[in-house]
């Protein structure tokens, strides 16, 4: 076992607070008795948005990492571990390593991975028993790295794919050459929209199966020109395959009316 990886022991660092997850757990459900109680302070507490703490240096989601002295990182460096934790996905992906769609169907061996970078990078993450705090972060923030990451940004790089082989099949006239080439533009989501983690409070270990757009997507208004024909592409497309079912409903419910017609006639109805 690698340096990096050997567990330290709690008695050497008797300023941790959360060493073990139980411990983390009674902390949040204090927390949430506390919020009940005062729950006007708690609002005023939470109206800044995670980014806007972040730029302030606040660590809103990650208070369960700890310095060696027992007090949590600030939103800073939480936010370059959650990009440890990041970078490590994006060379897997690149890797052509298929990621299942939950933290918790990741093969053992690519976790252990993630607990030797993390805990390489950032020692934090060794002030705990059974690397739960690595698992915690994992598990908070990889759901909303797939969806962004594989499903919309992969499934678009398909969709451009299918689309040029469909091309190819078909001379175009001059104008719909022209409206090829602006339609083949980089993608509707560039390096610069890359996924933002906003801090959020964590949902006691259940990964949130939400689609979580970009920061700049989420306001239609901040959304640059490309990403507002996505979306407009999107919706356009989701329409036309509610037409098509509706269509298919309507001929199958017209075909058994004429059935029943015949049935009647047939039986001097």
Known sequence: MKEADKELDPADYQGIKFWTRSKWSHHLQAIKNVTKIDHNSSEACTSMRGSSRL????????????????????????????NVFSSYLHQLNQGDVKLPPTWSQVALDIKEGFYHAIHSNH????YCADNWKAEYLATHNYSQWYKYHILLIHGQKQDRSVAMDN????????????KLKAERTPSPLSEDMELDYVDLEPSHGVEDDTLVLPEKLKNPLNAPPTGLRWMKSRMESLLEEQDEGIQDK???VKMYTDMLEKLKRANGV
């Open 167 to 178: 091309d190819k099949c078909v001379k175009p006239s001059s104008s719909r050459t022209k």
């Open 250 to 252: 309507m001929a199958e």
């Open 123 to 126: 020692v934090e993450f060794r």
């Open 55 to 82: 730029a302030k240096g606040k660590n809103v989601a990650c208070q369960f990492i700890e310095d060696a002295d027992g007090e949590p990182v600030d939103g800073h460096r939480a936010k370059t571990m959650r």
